[in-house]
């Protein structure tokens, strides 16, 4: 069962978005870029650039 503003909350667009807390107790990532997967899935990496001297 889930459980408003612990699983998922409603934006202010009136959708369903999902909780870190949601997505770890699924237990895998479902690769659709979701705003708070804890998996970072599509997140850029910033990379850093260090000059070896």
Same mark, same amino acid.
Request: a positive charge; hydrophobic letters at 30%.
């Given at each position: ?6 699983? /998922?909350?409603? !934006?202010?667009?009136?959708? /369903?978005? /999902?909780?870190?807390?949601? *997505? ?11 705003? *708070? ?14 000059? !070896?001297?």
């Amino acid at each position: 069962m889930l459980v408003e503003n612990v699983d /998922f909350y409603i !934006n202010a667009d009136g959708n /369903f978005v /999902f909780t870190r807390e949601y *997505h770890l107790k699924r237990g895998y990532c479902c690769k659709n870029k979701c705003l *708070h997967c804890p998996w970072d899935y599509g997140k850029t990496v910033q990379s850093k650039n260090v000059k !070896n001297k």
